[in-house]
């Protein structure tokens, strides 16, 4: 059991160092649209996912935990991450 999730860890790939200005970008390349603002955070919608994502206005880098939860929310994988940057 331990050595299984050893290895899916070390197949996992790592995430790069983003900032909200680049998750924008990312969200927009996939289809997002603004919906609206609330407070420091942009809502993202795509009306084809019918799905929408978060994201924070600040200017300072997302910490991993964020960016995977942003992630998982968009309906966005890691590798598909990793294929536009």
Known sequence: MLQWKLKKFLSMPKLPIINPKRLIKILKEFGFELDHSTGSHFIFYNPKTRRRAVAPSHVKDLPK???????KEAGISRKELEGLL
């Not at 935990?65 to 992630?71: N, Q, R, V």
């Open 65 to 71: 935990g964020t960016l995977i939860s942003i992630l």
